[in-house]
């Protein structure tokens, strides 16, 4: 059991709806969360109500609204299916950090599957036996009778950093009759369209609480534990605890 699905992660004072496992619904205020697995709402005009998280199925903050999206906002895969987008400021020391819908977020290298940077359109390149990550570029090209066409490359190696100009990407050189050497290549950002990570067979451990799908205005989700919900705010953390702002 995954746990109820919750939309939006900034409030407003609009009158929230509160499904039940049993499909009631409940026009209500969702005031808190309790650690006791509890959450506390107050319908209007009535005295404030207590029900256990395993009987909530829905909550939805304020008034039902169409999904606002960035087109040309970078996007970050998580490894347990969720995705956040924003502008990506860079990548250092293992982790993401992102300008988000509710602010900045950090997010730790281990926890993303991978990266979307703008908009690729021409052919993915085959992939190839290669461990490590994978950068695919997009670049022109000349073509038939002179003219400029799309490519792309795809890189593999160990991401070591972004930045607003730069990707950073850590590479492995074979040598004729010598061990491969390490080789720091550098690619212009504004060629990067994907990064797809290399993630490890051994996930880290899941944390104890209550687990739902947070849905934003814009689109994206966060599955994990709550670790605040309240009048104001519902704050998130992922299921590895990946994200934190």
Known sequence: ?????????????????????????????????????????????????????????????????????????????????????????????????????????????????????????????EAREEKGDLVILERDKAGEKGKVVKEAVSEYGELVEITDARVLLLVKVKQEGAEPKSETREFSRADVRQIHLETSETPPPVPVGWFAKVIFRNGDKLIGVLRELDETTVRPLDAYGALSY
Not at 42 to 70: L, T
Not at 74 to 96: A, C, D, H, N, P
Request: contains cysteine; positive net charge.
């Open 1 to 125: 059991w995954l746990g109820p699905v919750l939309f939006l992660a900034m409030r407003g004072l609009q009158e929230d709806r509160l499904v039940t496992t049993q499909r009631e619904e409940i026009p209500t205020r969702i005031l808190r969360f309790d650690r006791d697995s509890t959450v506390i709402h107050q319908p209007e005009g009535a005295p404030e109500r207590r029900i256990p998280v395993e009987e909530v199925m829905r909550i939805h903050f304020g008034k039902e609204e169409a999904v606002k999206s960035d087109p040309t906002a970078s996007r970050i895969r998580l490894l347990q299916g969720g995705l956040l987008s924003g502008r990506l400021q860079g990548f250092k020391e293992g982790r993401f950090l992102m300008e988000h819908l509710v602010g900045p977020c950090s997010i730790r290298r281990e926890d993303a599957k991978g990266v979307i940077l703008g908009p690729l359109s021409a052919p993915i390149p």
